[in-house]
């Protein structure tokens, strides 16, 4: 039923305009011009996008995965293509129903080491580009991935989960011969033992191998009951740099992590770093003498920023680059000549590009870059940079997802890729306007984006939807969201923001909410949405608001604090701070970051933040929609709010997604059926249309 009211709100408003001017629909369909139709839930389907760049070492080509829709099997594909940074010649490299991922080229790039995935299973294969022969060069039980060739081309090294046995305690006696005993209980004695969207973690520990590239057995190169990352060739090709936390209590320290040298003679292993805090994403220069990575000092706040490091091979000469940056770094690459590196932070919702010297001196190279989310405007792009200093980028913006653009040193990018075009240039899309306002607690600047239903008229009056972002600690920008495109489709005016403790606008409007989440964020959102109204074209008697995960905890806030909202919709939440931090899928993290105390030495500060404590107050109707195996804001939180709603008197529901994740729509059906969902509870609650 709810997916059929969402398919008939969004096909209602090009209905509506062809009854209303047929003169203008006859004009049209005569100047050979195609009506175009607004953004539907099946063009889910034939969204494609592009991640997983890789720049070739010679910096001739760029290889890429390109993604799209299975609507036979409703998952997402990708497939491995390659193109000329010139942006000629583009062909693929694999084809078929697969998942192909994590593409590495050969030193000499004559080559592509990469995983594919499917339902037996993935394995690393290399590809030989100029003649086409494809090995197979794994054949493991356990999946791998972080391929890096070494400098010689000869190697690959990878990581991969060893498996350990499990814990048993008492001993069973033998089961006679034919019978059917129950399966054995199992003894959990670590933390975390699950997580979000793998479900109950398996026993090992992902471990460092190495490979021949031309086919052979794989060596695992280090060992322990640890974990290790990041593999990094050295310059001689004799060691591998690699992540991971060899401590004592490392379980303990979820944030903690060291670079480590592995000598491959004697697979002794040295630590280059020690600190209490993450040393992550190790890269070796090109001349082989500096190791760059982004870390920080761990202060135990609910928001940190990733600074830029570097130092010799040995350990030696540390120091931080762009230290006065008050952004997070989410990325880096050595330039090609080893004096400079590429480096990427969010900035006001957007991703930059940019090139920094060993001096810390910064050159801009492009804002053009996009998120990847697909479902939600979230910032998050992809880039590489290759030989010639060639870069790749991911590029796009509200109206359509990722394609590949390429540039060169500071130079502008050209966008080289297409593959949306036969599909948005055929839509009536979102138009997204950018909005700042100041909030009513303090006055702070606020920023965020205004999606308007195709074919908005300013003097008409519309229902508005006010989306909310999760984290708390990340970012909206003005990127492409499928979701945001399909509501305004269905006629809402959709406004989403970027309250205080989003990044991208420094540390200090980032811990606005350290130990102090839900709070003045709230008014933060409600500022918007007067915002918005005072623009006019806001119909204030049909208001609604939604979000997710930490929008899902805001969303519920809000009913408790005001009524001014026709209908909720509270996706994947927190509802009970206590219960969700001792029962999430890592209550190390949740307990210690977000909080002053543990939840039994402070109780009152976990309810006075937890939603559920303002229950009574609620009587705006509210759906809740969580996935049933969510491990991140598991569904007892929903369960929770849904039976104290009931309890209250006050309309709702409770909307269980099978089989969904955290990542509750990583199905397009999931993403279709999440919007149907949220579509049909609001039409439910509004004014009467007159007659």
């Not at 491995?80 to 050969?106: E, H, K, M, Y």
């Not at 592995?262 to 040295?270: A, E, Q, W």
Request: negative net charge; charged residues 20%.
């Amino acid at each position: 039923m709810l997916l059929w009211i969402c398919f008939r709100t969004l096909s209602y408003q090009a209905w509506e305009f062809r009854m209303k001017y047929p003169s203008i629909v006859f004009a049209l369909l005569f100047s050979s011009l195609a009506w175009a139709e607004p953004f539907a839930p099946e063009d889910v389907f034939r969204l494609n996008w592009v991640s997983g760049l890789q720049v070739s070492p010679d910096g001739k080509f760029v290889v890429y995965s390109h993604n799209f829709m299975d609507i036979m099997e409703d998952r997402r594909r990708a497939n491995l293509w390659r193109v000329d940074s010139d942006g000629s010649n583009a062909r693929p490299i694999t084809t078929g129903a697969v998942n192909d991922r994590g593409a590495v080229i050969s030193p000499d790039s004559t080559r592509v080491a990469y995983v594919s995935s499917d339902d037996k299973g993935s394995q690393i294969f290399v590809r030989w580009l100029e003649g086409g022969e494809t090995l197979q060069l794994t054949r493991q039980a356990k999946g791998p991935g972080n391929l890096a060739w070494s400098p010689d081309g000869e190697y690959l090294a990878f990581t991969m989960q060893v498996p350990t046995k499990p814990t048993t305690i008492g001993k069973m006696p033998a089961a006679p011969k034919g019978a059917e005993w129950a399966k054995p209980p199992t003894v959990v004695d670590r933390i975390p033992f699950r997580a979000d969207g793998a479900g109950t973690l398996p026993l090992g520990y992902t471990h460092v191998f190495v490979v021949p590239a031309a086919g052979g057995a794989a060596r695992q190169v280090t060992e322990g009951d640890f974990n290790y990352g990041g593999p990094a060739w050295a310059a001689d090709g004799k060691s591998l740099f690699v992540v991971g936390n060899r401590n004592d209590d490392w379980r303990r320290k979820p944030l903690h992590s060291e670079i480590y040298r592995v000598s491959l003679d004697d697979l002794s292993i040295t630590a280059l770093t020690d600190r209490d805090g993450p040393d992550i994403g190790v890269t070796v220069s090109p001349d082989g003498k500096r190791l760059a990575w982004v870390g920080f000092d761990d202060k135990r706040l609910s928001s940190q920023q990733f600074k830029l490091n570097i130092m010799d091979v040995d350990g030696g000469n540390k120091s931080v680059l762009l230290g006065d940056l008050d952004r997070s770094l989410n990325g880096l690459e050595w330039a090609a000549d080893s004096r400079s590196l590429y480096v990427s932070y969010d900035d006001q919702g957007l991703t930059k590009l940019a090139k920094v010297d060993l001096r810390g001196r910064m050159t801009a190279v492009t804002d053009a870059l996009t998120g990847l989310s697909l479902s939600r405007p979230y910032s998050g792009a992809e880039w590489a940079v290759g030989g010639n200093n060639v870069y790749a980028i991911t590029t796009g913006d509200a109206q359509r997802p990722a394609e590949l653009a390429i540039g060169r040193g500071t130079g502008k990018p050209k966008t080289v890729t297409r593959l949306n075009d036969n599909l948005v240039e055929h839509r009536e899309m979102a138009k997204v306007e950018e909005l700042w306002l100041k909030s009513s607690y303090d006055g702070k600047p606020i920023q965020a984006w205004v999606a308007y239903p195709p074919g908005f008229d300013k003097d008409q009056k519309y229902p508005l939807i006010l989306e909310i972002h999760g984290g708390p600690h990340t970012a909206y920008g003005p990127h492409f969201a499928a979701e945001i495109q399909l509501f305004a489709a269905a006629g809402y005016v959709v406004v989403y923001v970027n309250p205080r403790g989003s990044t991208s606008y420094g540390s200090e409007f980032e811990l606005e909410i350290h130990h102090n989440y839900p709070s003045q964020d709230y008014d933060d959102l409600m500022s918007a949405v007067d915002a918005v109204i005072d623009k006019g074209s806001i119909d204030t008697e049909r208001l609604y608001v939604t979000g997710g995960s930490g929008g899902g905890v805001l969303t519920a806030w809000t009913v408790g604090k005001t009524d001014r909202f026709a209908a909720a919709v509270v996706a994947k939440p927190v509802i009970n701070w206590i219960s969700f931090a001792l029962s999430a899928d890592n209550p190390d993290f949740f307990s210690r970051y977000w909080f002053s105390a543990l939840p039994w030495e402070d109780v009152d500060q976990y309810w006075a933040r937890s939603p559920l404590s303002l229950v009574g107050n609620v009587t705006t109707p509210t759906m809740l929609l969580t996935g049933e195996s969510d491990w991140r804001t598991p569904m007892w939180e929903s369960e929770q709010y849904h039976a104290a709603l009931m309890l209250e008197g006050v309309d709702t529901a409770l909307v269980r997604i099978p089989g969904a994740s955290h990542s509750i729509a990583r199905r397009p059906s999931q993403l279709i059926a999440k919007v149907a969902a949220i579509l049909g509870w609001f039409e439910k609650y509004g004014p009467e249309d007159e007659e």
